[in-house]
């Protein structure tokens, strides 16, 4: 792969530099176009140069948390008229993915290319297993996740929507779609919506046990019930030694008014190496990510689902995230907007486990470049991204990604 | 004035019609240009006519609570190091308006410039006064107010951010603001601030009853201390005749947890024709936008302060607060996302008691038109807007003012 040498590049906002890509990776920084100690010049000579004006370089952002099978990018505008209950959107859903005519891997490929365009070079997303669509969604995803792979990774949670243990037939469509190269393990709300929060969490880590595979659990319920259930799974992590492979998304309980109990809960999280997911939603209690992140508990950012049937206002923009986790937790010093981006790129990173993430040498050259005065100027900036680069190669500029959408 | 004649628009989402506006107001629809009753051909010929292009057309957006005389738009970014107190970021901000030289009339200019770009034709700015900086910012905004009154028109709340019985001489700078120009009375936080709940809001109903202007109570105290300091608000609202006339910002205390008191308070709110303004804010308890609005009362969106020492969040764009407001009171139906715009549109008018506001034929033609498939799409798009008029003048074309800003 040719090399590419990056002039006037601000890493974090700091002091402009040049950046050296070789062979996909950072091979350095601070090198002149015709001097300089570590590379040849003739290798510098012979790189494609760009110049990026001082703008400021981060790591690819990791999108941690969405459900890329069932966005309606590109769709006709669907008319929300949903009732209230969890259910009730669940259960519309499953309707309106034959009515509608929601092709995972088209819709899928929509939302990267999108994603992509904004910055975001991983995507962790849930899809939707159960004995209505089968394996057809992860299939689609898949399509998409080899389709794109010059463009974004995208990690699979094979996940069981409309529950497990109340629609048979479900468990082995789960098991099914971790040999079809789902690799990881999902979960929802053992007691709201299986009703047997021992069962759904024995199957979900029996799953992962049996395919060696990190578990990714939704958590919606709420304070006391959420706290339980969320003990049921500290427990299991424990006990099947997967401390570091486990995540809980969403978990509200950790956002309840009993802060005795939070407080514990935090303790035997962070023991036990469990991360912790947030959309930081404003209508819902939610975990408090700086209290989470200063207690050494990985926290990660997430979109949650981009314009379908359960609501109309994601957009998979991980600085326009970064920006909610700010107003959701009330961050607003510098060093605070820096710790909400964080949750949008390291914090998904560890998450997810990447390797190589990150602006040193040898980290693989997933990165961003976007205008900005500073690095909290970046974030809140509401700007398109002037560069992304996935792997080393240019994949979008000034916001528009250099494939197209289906 | 010209009379313009604009085809293809869709009001609120509706079918395609055309639009003739005529002295300043809307004259009409669905005339076409050479035909139709109500209007002569020649005048639809001698107008201008323009093509929407089947955008859709909402009145002008109402920014019913910012603080423009403080925003730091345009000026090198400001590093965030404040405490986490409320007075921590009052003193901060009166040092720092020495230290950076925060000029209210040129600052208030570019947040009106920026505001009218994204569709915003009315502003209600709370504007501090206090004994360090006196009338000067109420001076730099009536300044601003009369230099961009054919961009956007500006209400002034003369403010007393620092508070007033704590600061001699602050209650005879109230009355001077009041009497160069500024249209309503604010008040903050009567118990927290000020230290003497009476005190403060006899001072402030005081100057309301004297200047015969409106109140804007911001109203931060939380759960029952901010629900004693409510009860003494709409007590004097009563007592003086006021009904219609006072506005209570933030209101947090109506999220707080005990629903019997939250219910007697909007009974009592609603009886008294209280309004609430909410910024919508996705850290703090807020009040419950749908059951304030079922109950009778009026309920307007503002921004806040846009760029400044509190912090960088916030973006003057009244679409974006209605996605916020959204997101933060859990609207997700099609209906919902109408209520959120709603306050943001009507909500602020009536607040403010705009005459003359809306698409009816009479009402003043300070129209946006902004592309979507759908009033709620248009609304959570996040698309420049097409075109914004003020007057029955276009002053923003595809997100960009026509106006320059200092």
Not at 95 to 114: E, F, H, N, T
Not at 189 to 211: N, S, T, Y
Not at 376 to 401: E, H, I, T, Y
């Amino acid at each position: 792969m040719q090399t590419l040498f990056i002039r006037n590049v601000r890493p974090m906002g700091a002091d402009p530099t040049s950046l050296t890509i070789r062979d996909g990776r950072i091979a350095g920084y601070g090198q002149e176009a015709g001097g300089g100690a570590e590379f040849l010049d003739t290798e510098i000579l012979d790189a494609e140069i760009l110049d990026a004006g001082g703008a400021i370089l981060i790591p690819g952002l990791v999108e941690a948390h969405t459900h890329m099978d069932k966005t309606l990018l590109g769709m006709g505008w669907y008319r929300n008229e949903v009732g209230p209950r969890l259910i009730d959107k669940i259960d519309n859903e499953r309707a309106q993915r034959r009515l509608l005519g929601i092709d995972p891997a088209r819709q899928s490929a929509r939302q990267a290319v999108l994603a992509a365009s904004l910055g975001t070079t991983h995507i962790r997303t849930h899809v939707d297993v159960d004995t209505e669509v089968g394996v057809a969604g992860i299939e689609g995803v898949l399509a998409t996740r080899e389709r794109y792979r010059d463009l974004v990774d995208i990690e699979l949670v094979a996940f069981p929507q409309s529950g497990m243990l109340i629609r048979p037939g479900t468990v082995e469509l789960m098991d099914r779609a971790l040999r079809l190269g789902a690799q990881v393990v999902g979960g929802l709300d053992p007691a709201a919506i299986d009703r047997d929060p021992k069962g759904h969490l024995d199957v979900v880590f029996g799953l992962a046990e049996r395919h060696g595979v990190p578990v990714d659990i939704h958590l919606h319920e709420a304070a006391e019930l959420g706290a339980f259930s969320m003990e049921l799974i500290i427990e299991r992590t424990r006990a099947l030694g997967l401390q570091g492979k486990v995540t809980i998304s969403h978990a509200f309980c950790l956002g309840m008014a009993d802060q005795d109990s939070v407080a514990a809960l935090i303790d035997a999280l962070a023991e036990a190496r469990i991360h912790i997911l947030t959309t930081a939603p404003a209508s819902r209690p939610a975990p408090a990510v700086k209290r989470l992140v200063e207690a050494g508990i990985v926290v990660a950012a997430g979109t949650d689902g981009v314009r379908d049937t359960w609501g109309p206002y994601n957009h998979p923009d991980m600085l326009e995230r970064a920006v909610l986790v700010g107003l959701r937790n009330n961050l607003r010093r510098d060093d605070e907007v820096a710790l909400a981006l964080d949750t949008c790129t390291h914090g998904g990173a560890r998450m997810m486990g990447l390797e190589g993430y990150g602006l040193d040498p040898g980290d693989r050259a997933d990165l961003v470049l976007v205008e900005g005065e500073t690095l909290a100027d970046a974030v809140v900036g509401r700007r398109p991204r002037r560069l992304v680069l996935k792997g080393g190669r240019v994949v979008a500029r000034d916001g528009v990604a250099l494939v197209e959408a289906p």
